[in-house]
T-cell receptor, first 111, second 116 residues
Framework: DAKTTQPPSMDCAEGRAANLPCNHSTISGNEYVYWYRQIHSQGPQYIIHGLKNNETNEMASLIITEDRKSSTLILPHATLRDTAVYYCIVRVSGGYQKVTFGTGTKLQVIP | SAVISQKPSRDICQRGTSLTIQCQVDSQVTMMFWYRQQPGQSLTLIATANQGSEATYESGFVIDKFPISRPNLTFSTLTVSNMSPEDSSIYLC?????????????FGQGTRLTVV
């Protein structure tokens, strides 16, 4: 699986958009970009994934650059409950693939 | 989506003893995994629990220390054997389906183990 690089920490004001970047310059054509988050003392939670097109669901939006070497997770209106560690992961498509976690970004939402 | 239940949610154990952690998924899944998360660290994959065959262990993890069972498509156990304080961690179970496209993984809430 391709390696990802994320900033170790970020702050965001409550109610503002949180934009979490991820670099994955060695991503290959059949690898998807996944985002998970881990709220303190809980198991990781799936947020969103994409291959090449931008994606949006009820939790977040995922913007993938045209060359697919980086992406941004957007939480449109951050709340205090969004304080968590956010993991960007790239992995090949299809089943039978394990999920390998990097160090992630610790997002602190500030009142 | 899949709901994953782990038992126990936490335990305090004496060194030299063993603890078996159970993972139950509410639907049949092809892939199940066990992770360890040491304090303040990210998740590290221990092994893939294979149904009907021996688990596949990652580098640094061995079957004698972390025996795993997977008797069917919805259940797995991880045993932490001959525990030492260094084994104090959160242990997480994960499950995912298989398909031709992207498949997300689901996680249990973890078992917080303290070895004294």
């Amino acid at each position: 699986d391709a390696k990802t690089t994320q900033p170790p920490s970020m702050d965001c004001a409550e109610g503002r958009a949180a934009n979490l970047p991820c670099n994955h310059s060695t991503i290959s054509g059949n690898e998807y970009v996944y985002w998970y988050r881990q709220i303190h003392s809980q198991g990781p939670q799936y947020i969103i994934h994409g291959l090449k097109n931008n994606e949006t669901n009820e939790m977040a939006s995922l913007i993938i650059t045209e060359d697919r070497k980086s992406s941004t997770l957007i939480l449109p209106h951050a709340t205090l409950r969004d304080t968590a560690v956010y993991y960007c992961i790239v992995r090949v498509s299809g089943g039978y693939q394990k999920v390998t976690f990097g160090t992630g970004t610790k997002l602190q939402v500030i009142p | 989506s899949a709901v994953i239940s782990q038992k126990p949610s936490r335990d305090i154990c004496q060194r030299g003893t063993s603890l078996t952690i159970q993972c139950q998924v509410d639907s049949q899944v092809t892939m199940m995994f066990w992770y360890r998360q040491q304090p303040g660290q990210s998740l590290t994959l221990i092994a893939t629990a294979n149904q009907g065959s021996e688990a596949t262990y990652e580098s640094g993890f061995v079957i004698d220390k972390f025996p795993i069972s997977r008797p069917n498509l919805t259940f797995s156990t991880l045993t932490v054997s001959n525990m030492s304080p260094e084994d104090s961690s959160i242990y997480l179970c994960s499950a995912q389906g298989t398909g031709t496209g992207a498949t997300e993984a689901f996680f249990g809430q973890g078992t917080r183990l303290t070895v004294v």
